[in-house]
């Protein structure tokens, strides 16, 4: 009977799926890791908070990166090639023979490596503190990943004079004057924004007379710079774990990791009105709360890019000087534009002001300030905004042909409204709906349980905004169109 129970169990048990493989502690040299077995072979750190290995950027595309492992949502906080993925077939993240830690795409060309060289014996590991290093036979270590960080600063990870926190066209560093900022630096134009440009160094509670040029975000949410920056996290305290990302939307923030549900915290940020971010809705783009943020062309104008609602917008016209005559101007009331005045005129009337702009080439607008006879010329539409705090007008010079309403409401709603949905599908799978039509980024300012916030605000009935890199991972490049409507096309992914 023994034998016959034998027999057969032996044959189911050859068909039972494999399970998959242990995670590794480390790298030892002549070892790798394939981007074909991603879901199964990667680094862990001991105590299995970070993760290390290939990530799936989107369809057949993959960055090596470092990411937490106990969060709702994979949250990636350090890739070796953020802005160059790989293919998810042959490519490879080996440790040479010769010491060198190299990552291959799938024609053998090198996309990134550490740069060092040690022989047999080195090793690569991933540390608690979710830092990836390299070290020799003797235990020196000869690269980290926390030397060169790419949107994130974790806890204890020193940030210093030549590193940067970057996403998209926006990044934190440390500039000549020894300050910490935040700057747009876009295809045409730069621009700083946080400190405030309103103010002196000092005027932002900063120095510029210590050169050490290092700052530090501590295990208790403290955040201290050399220029003498010193926030702290809304929960600050120990025991609660932390990282400093630089968004997609160019805000700097601070998130506190939510373990009984997974999910982040924002528990500081450098903006708290978006709209002071520079860039935000990119060149001749304007910026307004309605109650949420929505970026929009101005009369004259259309979207530069429906797919990147920060590239801002472009005229409908060309721009002529040869005939001054032929333009007149559209008003949008109440907006503004930092910096990029080509002149400024006190106590002159708003037909002086007009005059002065179509009498300038590279006047492409004006902003004037009724009650205070306030004439500010613009060379640039940069750094727009609506506001009712705002006591004047932005005059548009546009073509007569295009028709010159003494009263124009803003165009092009840029919006990019997204919603998720969850299913109760035994796998658990969430259904991410993109409305492709339109072309702008919300963030909710309404008044919500921080629990449910997830790296961005949440807006009403506790839906999720993400931010379109978000989108373009979750829907695979939006691969999968499911439906149509009068709202736009809607895209299968997963949140």
């Known amino acids: 009977m023994a034998k016959f129970l034998f027999l057969i169990i032996l044959p189911l048990l050859t068909v039972l799926p494999c399970p998959y493989a242990l995670p590794q502690s480390m790298l030892t040299t002549g070892s790798s890791l394939s981007v074909e077995e991603h879901s199964e072979t990667f680094l862990v750190s001991p105590k299995a908070d970070f993760s290390c290995g290939f990530y799936e950027v989107g369809r057949n595309a993959f960055s090596f990166s470092i990411w937490f492992t106990n969060t709702i949502e994979k949250t990636v906080v350090w890739s070796a090639n953020p802005n160059s993925p790989v ?40 540390l608690d503190t979710g830092n990836l290093i390299v070290k020799d036979s003797t235990g020196k270590m000869l690269w980290e990943s926390f030397s060169s ?28 004057d020894n300050v910490l900022r935040l700057m747009y630096d876009g295809p045409e134009i730069s621009s700083l924004y946080w400190p405030s440009a309103d103010f002196s160094v000092f005027g932002n509670g900063r120095t510029n007379y210590n050169s050490s040029r290092i700052a530090v975000l501590d295990t208790e949410g403290l955040f201290q710079s050399s220029d003498r920056l010193n926030v702290q996290s809304s929960d600050w305290g120990a025991g609660v774990k932390r ?7 160019g805000n700097l923030r601070m998130y506190s990791l939510n373990e009984s549900t997974g999910s982040w915290i924002v528990s500081w940020e450098a903006i708290a009105e978006m709209c002071n971010v520079h860039g935000i809705c990119g060149q001749n783009g304007i910026c307004e709360y309605l109650p949420s943020l929505r970026c929009s062309c101005p009369p004259g104008y259309e979207i530069t890019d429906p797919h990147n609602w920060n590239s801002g917008c472009r005229p409908k016209f ?37 005059k002065a702009c179509l ?36 005059y548009i010079k546009v073509p007569k042909t295009m028709g010159t309403s003494k009263q ?26 993109f409305i492709g039509t339109s072309w702008s980024f919300l963030y909710s300012k309404q008044n919500i349980p921080k629990s449910m916030e997830a790296g961005y605000r949440m807006v009403m009935s506790q839906f999720r905004m993400f931010t379109y890199r978000e989108l373009k991972e979750a829907t695979g490049k939006f691969k999968e169109e499911i439906g149509r409507g009068a709202s736009g096309i809607v895209y299968r992914g997963a949140a």
């Not at 990282?243 to 939307?249: A, E, H, M, P, V």
């Open 149 to 176: 960080p790419t949107d994130t600063l974790l806890p204890l990870q020193t940030f210093k004079k030549g590193t940067r926190l970057a996403s998209s066209y926006f990044s934190l560093y440390f500039d000549n």
């Open 243 to 249: 990282r400093l990302t630089i968004g997609y939307d």
């Open 87 to 126: 293919n998810g077939r042959g490519s490879m993240m080996s440790l040479n023979h010769d010491g060198n830690f190299v990552l291959t795409d799938v024609n053998g060309s090198v996309t990134w490596d550490s740069k060092t060289s040690s022989g047999e014996g080195t090793t690569v590991s991933l």
């Open 359 to 394: 009498d300038t080439c590279s006047c492409s607008a004006f902003v004037y300030k009724t009650g205070f006879a306030l004439c500010y010329t613009k060379s640039v539409l940069f750094n727009c905004y609506t506001s009712a705090n705002f006591a004047g007008d932005m």
């Open 408 to 433: 124009s409401g803003l165009t092009c709603n840029l919006g990019i409204p997204v919603v998720v949905q969850g299913s109760a599908t035994i796998l658990g799978a969430l259904v991410l709906l």
């Open 318 to 354: 060309n721009k002529s000087c040869s005939k001054p005559e032929e333009f007149d101007f559209i008003k949008v009331p109440q907006s503004d534009c930092y910096g990029f005045d080509l002149d400024y005129n006190a106590s002159v009337s708003l037909a002086q002001c007009k």
